[in-house]
């Protein structure tokens, strides 16, 4: 158990709809990475967010977007979902500071298809 | 730009041998280097890092990985490898001089160890 806590675990909806993932950190971690794990483009990163702030975006769609809360947790909201967003979407969380040496530690991710 | 080339999609291998599974790494800047593993349902679990000092890292499980700079390298070894050991195995660097600590992964390795 990596500390990390993402609902749901499986997330089946509609072409043309919105959902939203949650995610909470690990105790004292205030990084959150959100990453997307497809067959066609691999372990993708989409978005990071340090103590509440945006702190870097990767490819993630205009239709996608997150924040993170006072309590650190957050959410990843997807609209106007399309076939090909069906995925692994995992949040990741590390924690003190954002280098690149701090150990990420990975939710088990929900599985979103869109039918 | 980074970008992380597993040079194989699948390795399998018998339980009780050797394995290697590859990885290269391309990029403008001096990197960390990080080797994942994801069992079937589950997040990714850190195996190693290689941040500085000796290129020889061990990791959790018996893993071992060597970084070679002269050949962007960071090939992850195991000498006798188990069933339990049948997993998805993700290569990763991240910019070791930026602030923001975002992984690039490669495609992945599926090792997959027989009786």
């Known amino acids: 158990d990596s500390g990390v806590t993402q609902t749901p675990k499986h997330l089946i909806t509609a072409t043309g709809q919105r959902v939203t993932l949650r995610c909470s950190p690990r105790?004292?971690?205030?990084?959150v990475y959100w990453y997307q794990q497809s067959l066609d483009q691999g372990l993708q990163f989409l978005i990071q967010?340090?103590?509440?702030?945006?702190?870097a975006k990767g490819n993630i769609l205009e239709r996608f977007s997150a924040q993170q809360f006072p309590d650190l947790h957050s959410e990843l909201n997807l609209s106007s979902l399309e076939l090909g967003d069906s995925a692994l979407y995992f949040c990741?969380?590390?924690?003190?500071?954002?280098?690149?040496?701090?150990?990420?530690?990975f939710g088990p991710g929900t599985r979103l298809t869109v039918l | 730009a980074q970008s992380v080339t597993q040079l194989d999609s699948q390795v399998p291998v018998f339980e009780e041998a050797p394995v290697e599974l590859r990885c290269n790494y391309s990029?403008?800047?001096?990197?960390?280097l990080f080797w994942y593993v994801q069992y079937p349902n589950q997040g990714l679990q850190l195996l190693l890092k290689?941040?500085?000092?000796?290129?020889l890292v061990k990791g959790i499980n018996g893993f071992e990985a060597e970084f070679n700079k002269s050949q962007t390298s960071f090939h992850l070894r195991k000498p006798s490898v188990h069933i339990s050991d049948t997993a998805e195995y993700f290569c990763?660097?991240?910019?070791?001089?930026?602030?923001?600590?975002?992984?690039?992964f490669g495609r992945g390795t599926q090792l997959t160890v027989w009786p």
């Open positions: 990741a969380s590390s924690g003190p500071g954002t280098r690149g040496y701090n150990e990420q530690f």
């Open positions: 105790s004292g971690d205030l990084s």
């Open positions: 967010y340090y103590n509440g702030e945006e702190r």
């Open positions: 990029s403008s800047v001096s990197v960390y």
């Open positions: 290689y941040l500085s000092g000796s290129t």
């Open positions: 990763a660097v991240s910019d070791r001089g930026s602030t923001l600590g975002r992984l690039y």
